[in-house]
């Protein structure tokens, strides 16, 4: 077996130890006589690995009871509809602070329900670093603020939220959830496709704070609305269940390693290895974020010219790194390094980088 060097922006890296466990159970699942795909979403058998992956969930990110935890299908992109759905209206005004692509496309779908004001944004500088906090424009009226708290296209990271006045504070977190800790009780609604930091795509896990749920517009299609998903347990309608089952399986494996805590000591030192290549390279590699917003997930960088760049390209993929070309909107390189690519990845990728310099 030969596993690649994987640097995919997601779907991304999974943990080598998880899929060997769902490759030993996947013919018979606990005894069941079938597989996790084949059970009834109604069985006891299922309940039980649902209610684990939401209690693993609440453990490692520390989420107080007065959140509750959903798994939702439709991607980030469909929160990025359902937010606004939910808690904005015609005379209601949202704040999205914009750090990225992903920022832009969730506050083109909330301009279809409200007023929206921009509080700070980086695309005047091709998004390559986080606004201060003291720079964002946040009046303490609004209806809820949007960050984007890892800018998976332009690899740059909130280090630090910002103070909302007691605005609720949403957060798109599908490119670092799970990395670090955070202090859950800052934010409103948290939401994250699982694809990166989480498990396989198709599940989309949102945690969201009760006191919202009370406030939000009841006049919506079932589906859309977050209280029939609280109510429902997440089991309105058939869950991606086999999605859900191996991202409970992501959060066991990231419990035996220490919680998030372990995980981000670790990713500190795994985004050090490749950061410090691309300093110390006399500007062979320059990286596309400022150091003071760079992101411990995606690390962007560029080299002197595009033939160049194609020549790195071509030549780490002949040596088995995988996804280490940029966004297709920004080009250049990319080394998505999430929870589960291993530190000896990242210390191969340093390595090709060193070789590469010296050849060229
Ligand atoms: C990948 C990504 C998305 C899009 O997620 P989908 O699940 O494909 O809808 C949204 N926001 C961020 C920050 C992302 O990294």
Not at 142 to 163: C, K, L, M
Not at 191 to 215: E, F, H, W
Request: charged share 20%.
């Amino acid at each position: 077996m030969n596993r690649a060097y994987n640097f995919n922006a997601g779907p991304a890296a999974l943990p080598l130890a998880v899929l060997q466990e769902a490759q030993a159970e996947l013919l018979d699942f606990r005894g069941t006589g079938m597989s996790v795909m084949e059970l009834s979403h109604r069985s006891k058998d299922y309940d039980a690995v649902h209610n684990e992956a939401k209690e693993l969930l609440r453990k490692l990110l520390n989420i107080p009871s007065n959140y509750q935890i959903l798994f939702l299908q439709g991607g980030a992109s469909l929160q990025f509809a359902m937010v606004p759905m939910n808690f904005l209206s015609q005379d209601k005004t949202a704040n999205y602070i914009l750090t990225g692509s992903w920022s832009e496309k969730a506050r083109d779908e909330a301009e279809r329900f409200g007023q929206v004001k921009i509080g700070g944004s980086s695309k005047g500088e091709t998004y390559s670093y986080i606004p201060a906090l003291d720079s964002l424009e946040i009046s303490g009226d609004e209806a809820y603020v949007h960050i984007t708290s890892n800018n998976t296209i332009y690899g740059t990271q909130w280090r630090e939220f910002p103070d909302t006045k007691g605005v609720p504070l949403i957060a798109d977190m599908s490119s670092d959830i799970l990395s670090k800790p955070i202090d859950v009780s800052k934010f409103g609604l948290i939401y994250a496709g699982a694809q990166k930091n989480l498990g396989p795509s198709g599940v989309t896990v949102v945690i969201v704070r009760d006191d919202l749920l009370d406030q939000a517009e009841q006049d919506l299609p079932t589906m859309l609305k977050y209280s029939t998903h609280v109510k429902s347990n997440s089991l309105f309608n058939t869950p991606p269940t086999f999605g859900i089952y191996l991202l409970g399986r992501v959060l066991a494996w990231i419990d035996s390693l220490g919680g998030v805590k372990a995980i981000e000591e670790q990713n500190e030192a795994k985004a050090a290895v490749i950061y410090d290549a691309i300093d110390q390279s006399d500007g062979f590699y320059t990286d596309h974020a400022a150091k003071d917003s760079r992101s411990l997930m995606n690390v962007t960088f560029n080299l002197a010219t595009k033939e160049l760049e194609q020549k790195f390209l071509q030549e780490a993929a002949a040596q088995g790194f995988v996804g280490l070309a940029g966004h297709r909107s920004i080009g250049g390189c990319r080394a998505s390094i999430y929870n589960a690519v291993p530190p000896a990845a990242c210390e191969a990728l340093r390595d090709f980088m060193l070789a590469f310099k010296n050849k060229n």
